[in-house]
């Protein structure tokens, strides 16, 4: 059997009453990125890694990624110039939320890498111009985030490079600590509430990219006060939040599992 068939034949063979079948399609997708050029193999890694933390969370949006995409709202409308930024795992996961979200916050789409290729940046805006992208940013390369070495410093000037405030989801630390010294406000999506991308992001959302996207989209019509969530807005206050949250299913599922083994 082929790898196509085999890929067929497996979600296939998966009902949707599956306990693990939302998991287990969002697997699937990400690998038939990786098959199709657009996600990079690590990408399969950094996958299998948000899906641990996701458990940790149980799986939902928590009221702190509630408070955190609340807040992230509020950045993105008082943006002179948002940017979302997308690489190959948020671009096969979120591709029509990236898009439609884009159009509602008058955004512009950067692709951009840290495993950078051209064919692979081509691609994913090929991609996202199937669901409706348009005039996508990323193959330029006419600009450097300031501090980085490497391909993963190579922006778009007319994206990353003169935004003001920047949407990363699934975002490396590095990258997220060096447009934080450009003086960008940076947003992301991140189920590691532990990660440096976190803890130096100005908004944190400890959610799942899938579950995050359409939750932002349905918040821009929502709020009203953007000046006043951003003022009240603490990220390491909502970060220890998450973390003490995640603590406390732990000892829980600690203290059943020693009760079952009386």
Same mark, same amino acid.
């Given at each position: ?17 599956? @306990? ?20 990079? @193999? ?118 990353? *490079? ?63 006060? @953007? ?29 059943? *599992? ?5």
């Amino acid at each position: 059997m082929n790898n196509y068939l085999s890929q067929k034949y497996f979600i296939f063979m998966i009902p949707c009453n599956h @306990p693990r079948y939302e998991s287990l399609m969002l697997r699937s997708r990400i690998e038939e990125g990786v098959k199709n050029g657009i996600v990079h @193999p690590t990408g399969l890694i950094a996958h299998g890694r948000g899906e641990a933390f996701d458990y940790l969370i149980g799986e939902k949006t928590q009221k702190f990624a509630e408070n955190a995409i609340k807040a992230g709202v509020a950045y993105l409308k008082i943006a002179e110039n948002p940017v979302i930024s997308v690489n190959g795992n948020t671009a096969i996961l979120s591709a029509e939320e990236i898009v439609k979200l884009a159009e509602k916050i008058k955004a512009k789409i950067e692709v951009n890498l840290f495993h950078r290729s051209e064919k692979r940046i081509k691609k994913i805006i090929s991609f996202l111009e199937e669901k409706g992208g348009k005039n996508i940013l990323g193959i330029e390369g006419d600009a450097r985030i300031k501090g980085l070495s490497h391909d993963r410093a190579i922006c778009s000037y007319d994206g990353i *490079y003169s935004g003001d405030v920047i949407l990363v989801p699934l975002e490396d630390g590095d990258r997220c600590e060096a447009l934080k010294k450009m003086g960008k406000v940076v947003i992301t999506v991140d189920l590691n509430p532990l990660s440096r991308t976190a803890r130096n992001a100005d908004v944190t959302i400890v959610d799942n990219v899938v579950r995050a996207m359409p939750a932002l989209i349905k918040q821009f019509e929502k709020i009203k006060n @953007p000046e006043e969530i951003i003022k009240k807005w603490n990220n390491e206050k909502n970060l220890q939040i998450a973390l003490d949250f995640i603590c406390s299913r732990l000892r829980k599922f600690y203290r059943n *599992y020693n009760l079952n083994l009386l």
